[in-house]
């Protein structure tokens, strides 16, 4: 009789759970049925709480980040997330010195920066972006001409 009582604590938590999305209570649940199981194999009411209580904290330490990042989206995509891996035509010399520089992608001016300095006319790849400044590194190809 008390298997069940573990497994009716699992449905209530799990039917929370369902409704809070914050995967705290499937991991009760978890518990629950891991208590229920040492009920039904017959261990002492002491111990079917201990292991109950000693589930429900260790498997979220365990799992709940995991399952978070795994389940999180990508969130909003930035409007340069998309520009990496392009190639970008130095429009003013880029200093990494004076963090100075720019660059022409698809027909828009962007700021930018490199780790080396790069010559107007030179074509650079995109690697990156810090906020709205690209961030580029020499292209295999010295110029588009």
């Known amino acids: 009789m008390i298997p ?4 009716g604590l699992a449905l ?9 999305q914050q995967l705290v209570l499937l ?3 978890l518990a629950a049925i891991i208590a229920g199981g040492m009920a039904e194999l017959g261990l002492s009411l002491p111990l079917q709480f201990g292991i109950f209580a000693a589930a429900s904290i260790v498997l979220p330490l365990l799992f709940r980040r995991p ?12 409007r340069t997330d998309d520009l990496v891996g392009e190639m970008a035509v130095v ?9 100075t520089g720019r660059v022409s992608l698809h027909g828009q001016d962007w700021m930018a920066r490199a780790s080396v300095p790069l010559a107007k006319g030179r074509t650079a790849t995109v690697v990156g972006a810090d906020g ?3 961030l580029v590194e020499p ?3 010295p110029s588009l001409s």
């Open 27 to 29: 991991f009760v649940a």
């Open 12 to 20: 209530v938590a799990l039917a929370i759970e369902a409704a809070s």
């Open 139 to 141: 292209a295999e190809h």
């Open 67 to 78: 399952l978070l990042a795994r389940f999180a989206g990508r969130g909003v995509p930035s």
């Open 4 to 7: 069940l009582y573990w497994f």
């Open 91 to 99: 429009l003013e010399a880029i200093d990494p010195v004076h963090l």
């Open 132 to 134: 709205i400044v690209l």
